[in-house]
């Protein structure tokens, strides 16, 4: 039996309520911004219509959003965007309701905004129509398909790590998937950026990410369990985390360079599907790496050492 270097380890068990108030702290933000900016649910979610125009010179948003709701009788949104390199224009209608644009009603809000506007060269580029039936499917096997990756996975882990305690695992590791979902969630909340199809696949993906340096940290304490053992339970996965550690972090600043370009090639040319993505993609990628290393291993030890006092107390 080898004895563990303490002095070579950081103390990660011990700063656990430092890492806790931080999580707790970014949840209160969230849950503030909720309260000021609201969650927005993208087409795909909501039902409605979704018109994309380019046009040339200067353009009142307001004034052609004002025009839709007269026309309409709908709730209306506009924003004007602009390609950065190729300096196209483009005006950005969204009508929300229980129902899209017919042919004939499409056609007449694009005669009448052409009419309004004859000096913009107002060229339709993109239409979206969604019936609220479908958005409220597309919603609900989005939510599933995030709650099956979830209990599969902790399944995963409870199976294959069942010689440390895998339930106590699977668990720790889905604690540390919520807080993950939930910090790409507030993400989207505090930039405003609507949820949709672009929200579940970067759930999806941080659920991926998040549960393999989870499972490589386990394994390291699986491991070192059994070079060390009679080692307590903190000092085990202090060792393992600290062994595992460099890997985590070079691997999420990888991927975290890697979709900030995508970013900002994404908002250089006007393209707002893969900016909704890599925005939320970036963030949650550190929030993976920050939950694997600080949330999910002193939850474990925490679960661990309550069960060995009420196993000893009887």
């Given at each position: 039996?080898s004895?563990v270097?303490?002095n070579?380890i950081?103390?990660?068990?011990?700063?656990?309520?430092?890492?806790?108030?931080i999580?707790?702290t970014?949840m209160l933000?969230?849950i503030?911004?909720i309260?000021?900016n609201?969650?927005?649910?993208d087409?795909?979610?909501?039902?409605g219509?979704l018109?994309?125009?380019?046009?040339?010179?200067e353009l009142?948003?307001d004034a052609a959003?004002?025009?839709?709701?007269?026309?309409l009788d709908r709730?209306?949104?506009?924003?004007?965007?602009?390609?950065?390199a190729?300096?196209?224009?483009r005006?950005?209608i969204?009508?929300?309701?229980n129902?899209?644009?017919?042919?004939?009603?499409q056609?007449?809000?694009?005669d009448t905004?052409?009419?309004?506007?004859?000096?913009n060269?107002l060229?339709l580029?993109e239409?979206?129509m969604?019936?609220?039936f479908?958005?409220k499917?597309?919603l609900?096997?989005?939510i599933?398909?995030i709650?099956l990756?979830?209990?599969l996975?902790?399944v995963?882990?409870?199976i294959r790590f069942?010689?440390?305690?895998?339930?106590?695992?699977?668990?720790?590791?889905?604690?540390?998937?919520?807080h993950?979902?939930l910090?790409v969630?507030?993400?989207?909340?505090?930039?405003?950026?609507p949820?949709?199809?672009?929200?579940?696949?970067v759930t999806?993906?941080?659920i991926g990410?998040?549960?393999?340096d989870?499972?490589?940290?386990?394994?390291r304490?699986?491991e070192?369990?059994?070079l060390?053992?009679?080692?307590a339970?903190?000092?085990?996965t202090?060792l393992?985390?600290s062994q595992?550690?460099?890997r985590?972090?070079?691997?999420?600043?990888?991927?975290?360079?890697?979709?900030?370009?995508i970013y900002?090639l994404a908002?250089?040319?006007g393209i707002?599907?893969?900016?909704s993505?890599a925005l939320?993609?970036?963030i949650?990628a550190?929030?993976?790496c920050y939950?694997?290393?600080?949330i999910?291993g002193p939850l474990?030890v925490m679960w661990k050492?309550?069960?060995?006092?009420?196993?000893?107390?009887?």
């Amino acid at each position: 039996m080898s004895k563990v270097n303490n002095n070579k380890i950081t103390d990660f068990y011990k700063k656990r309520f430092i890492f806790f108030g931080i999580s707790l702290t970014i949840m209160l933000v969230g849950i503030v911004a909720i309260f000021i900016n609201g969650v927005h649910l993208d087409i795909q979610f909501k039902g409605g219509a979704l018109l994309k125009y380019s046009y040339d010179g200067e353009l009142d948003a307001d004034a052609a959003a004002d025009v839709a709701t007269e026309l309409l009788d709908r709730p209306v949104t506009t924003q004007v965007t602009s390609d950065l390199a190729t300096g196209e224009k483009r005006l950005v209608i969204n009508i929300a309701g229980n129902y899209g644009l017919v042919a004939s009603e499409q056609g007449k809000f694009d005669d009448t905004l052409k009419e309004k506007f004859p000096d913009n060269n107002l060229n339709l580029s993109e239409s979206t129509m969604v019936e609220p039936f479908f958005g409220k499917q597309f919603l609900q096997n989005g939510i599933t398909a995030i709650i099956l990756a979830a209990i599969l996975v902790m399944v995963y882990v409870w199976i294959r790590f069942s010689r440390i305690g895998g339930l106590s695992a699977g668990v720790m590791a889905l604690v540390a998937l919520f807080h993950d979902v939930l910090v790409v969630f507030f993400t989207c909340v505090i930039f405003q950026i609507p949820i949709g199809e672009s929200f579940v696949a970067v759930t999806l993906s941080i659920i991926g990410y998040s549960v393999n340096d989870t499972i490589v940290i386990y394994d390291r304490i699986r491991e070192n369990s059994r070079l060390h053992p009679g080692t307590a339970v903190d000092t085990i996965t202090n060792l393992s985390i600290s062994q595992s550690i460099t890997r985590s972090v070079n691997t999420n600043i990888a991927v975290f360079i890697s979709i900030s370009m995508i970013y900002i090639l994404a908002f250089a040319n006007g393209i707002n599907s893969i900016q909704s993505f890599a925005l939320p993609m970036a963030i949650g990628a550190i929030s993976g790496c920050y939950s694997t290393i600080c949330i999910a291993g002193p939850l474990w030890v925490m679960w661990k050492k309550r069960k060995s006092k009420l196993e000893t107390a009887h």
